[in-house]
């Protein structure tokens, strides 16, 4: 089965987490001149496990459209299910709907042919209805913010903006030790080794490199090093 990740074991930037949450939160109240929710950043630095794992933190229901499947998988039906995705939302708050890739799903107008400009429609006027019904929570995440239809990012939709940079070094310590929790014993000195090793990396890159070094580790019987870091980035290709 897959792997939940809760909130409380994401490492992120904690202002961006508190930001993530208030928003979230004036949302479902329906408070403090409520406004959906831009997630953006490079491929890697965990934009989707942060949208993902919201749902569980404020104990609602979580609801999903993925950009990049949203035209193959509904097939001439995309404008009807993103509606009736919404309206899943809304029967079921409190309620968070995260739009995954963004850009495929609305984008800029001069990518869009008949057919996406009515997708678009369907979502502006879903988005609009959410925030002023209240109890659903909407976060929109994408790799390349500026593929966006601006309509649907300006203030009064997707008007909060947030942005995951790659990991600073205190962000890093904190996914090395979440990641090795009970799975092995890391010494202060290992850590401090890895985090001055992996600057540059995304939170991603990180997590799957020492999930691979700690199981080589094991299966040789060895205590674990830098170098298995290093070595665990070869799976990730």
């Known amino acids: 089965p897959p792997i939940t990740i809760?909130?409380?074991?994401?490492?992120?930037?904690?202002?961006i987490m508190d930001a993530v949450d208030k928003a979230a939160r004036d949302q479902?109240?329906?408070?403090?001149?409520?406004?959906?929710?831009l997630i953006h950043g490079a491929p890697g630095t965990g934009k989707t496990t942060l949208a993902n794992s919201l749902a569980g933190h404020l104990n609602a229901n979580f609801v999903s459209?993925?950009?990049?499947?949203?035209?193959?998988?509904?097939l001439g039906e995309s404008e009807q299910a993103i509606r009736a995705t919404f309206r899943r939302a809304s029967e079921v708050k409190p309620s968070v709907v995260v739009l995954d890739h963004l850009e495929?799903?609305?984008?800029?107008?001069?990518s869009s042919d008949a057919a996406g400009e009515r997708i678009k429609s369907a979502l502006l006027s879903s988005v609009d209805r959410a925030l002023a019904e209240g109890g659903i929570a909407v976060i929109g995440v994408t790799s390349k913010p500026s593929l966006v239809d601006p309509r649907l990012?300006?203030?009064?939709?997707?008007?909060?903006?947030?942005e995951l940079k790659l990991p600073r070094p205190e962000v890093r310590a904190d996914l090395v030790r979440r990641v090795a929790d009970d799975q092995v014993e890391l010494q202060d000195a290992l850590v401090e080794k890895i985090v001055a090793g992996t600057e540059g990396w995304t939170n991603?890159?990180?997590?799957?490199?020492?999930?691979?070094a700690i199981d080589a580790a094991h299966r040789e019987g060895r205590e674990l090093?830098?170098?298995d870091m290093v070595a665990g980035t070869r799976k990730l290709t």
Do not use: M, Y
């Open 6 to 15: 809760v909130w409380e074991d994401i490492a992120q930037e904690r202002r």
């Open 65 to 74: 459209i993925e950009g990049l499947g949203v035209f193959n998988q509904w």
């Open 104 to 110: 495929a799903i609305a984008p800029v107008a001069e």
């Open 225 to 227: 090093s830098l170098a």
């Open 28 to 37: 479902i109240a329906k408070a403090n001149g409520r406004q959906a929710i």
């Open 153 to 162: 990012i300006r203030p009064g939709r997707l008007g909060i903006h947030l």
């Open 204 to 212: 991603v890159e990180i997590a799957t490199a020492l999930g691979n």
